[in-house]
């Protein structure tokens, strides 16, 4: 079966470009390894646990962000690197630049109170504590494409994570740290909801953090806007006087 790698050389001309392999194992990870070992050393990927849990493998495959040892091939697909993240060599991304947003949002436990867990606050957090941190949703992302500054899937669904968490005592300093560049400017498409390895669902966290932050006094700058109508019309409460006057 063949394949096609998008390969990234800073050191050479043109710095990216397609090859083509014939490979014999058809999950991605084995592919890989046996292009590496019996054709080309050079080629440079990121593996760590092999078994979709440590979410250091993450590609795109056919423009789809995928595990590579979670995923198999058919013939001519197409693999690339993720999306949005500077690309070191080949498949190999910068995870480190999304740390920034991580600590801009206060995605951790940040002041500790001590307080009995039981079973109903383990579940509150579990979905989300399960991320792996393989930034696959961010690369699948429309707003982070044309928003470099927007904190993303992942941050958010870890944010949710921590603001539901019984042991954080401020979780009123995560809600502020996400309403500008955050859940307001998400599109709600669902492409990192889809992309999950995990099974989890940062669309709906992020409508859960909406929810959160209407309770909490904010609410979506799009709609103090009043979208472009003149608000002194009629008797000057906004919308349709049925006096006239
Ligand atoms: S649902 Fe929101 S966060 Fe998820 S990919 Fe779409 S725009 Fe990005
Ligand atoms: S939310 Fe899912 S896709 Fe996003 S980083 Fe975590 S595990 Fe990966």
Not at 7 to 22: L, S, T, V, W
Not at 27 to 49: P, V, Y
Not at 114 to 119: D, H, Q, R
Not at 124 to 136: E, G, K, R, T
């Amino acid at each position: 079966m063949k394949i096609k790698i998008v390969r990234f050389d800073i050191h050479k001309q043109p710095q990216q470009k397609e090859f083509e392999y014939e490979v014999s194992h058809s999950r991605l990870s084995d592919a890989l390894h046996e292009i590496k070992t019996k054709q080309d050393n050079s080629l440079t990927f990121r593996q760590g646990c092999g078994s979709g849990v440590c979410g250091s493998c993450a590609v795109r495959v056919n423009g789809v962000e995928r595990l590579a040892c979670k995923t198999h091939i058919n013939e001519h697909d197409l693999v690339e690197p993720l999306n949005y993240a500077r690309v070191i060599r080949d498949l190999v991304v910068d995870l480190s630049q999304q740390e920034k947003f991580l600590n801009q949002a206060k995605a951790y436990l940040h002041e500790y109170h001590a307080t009995l867990i039981g079973k109903k606050d383990e579940q509150a957090i579990d979905v989300q504590s399960n991320c792996i941190l393989c930034q696959s949703c961010l690369s699948s992302c429309p707003v982070y494409e044309v928003n470099e500054d927007f904190l993303g899937p992942y941050v958010l669904t870890r944010v949710l994570r921590y603001v539901n968490d019984k042991k954080e005592k401020n979780s009123a300093e995560k809600l502020a740290s996400i309403q500008s560049n955050g859940i307001w400017d998400c599109t709600l498409c669902g492409n990192c909801t889809m992309v999950c390895p995990q099974f989890i669902d940062p669309k709906t966290d992020i409508l859960n953090l909406r929810t959160k932050s209407y309770q909490n006094g904010y609410t979506d700058p799009s709609l103090s806007m009043n979208n472009g109508f003149d608000t002194s019309f009629g008797n000057g409460d906004f919308g349709f006087n049925p006096n006239g006057f």
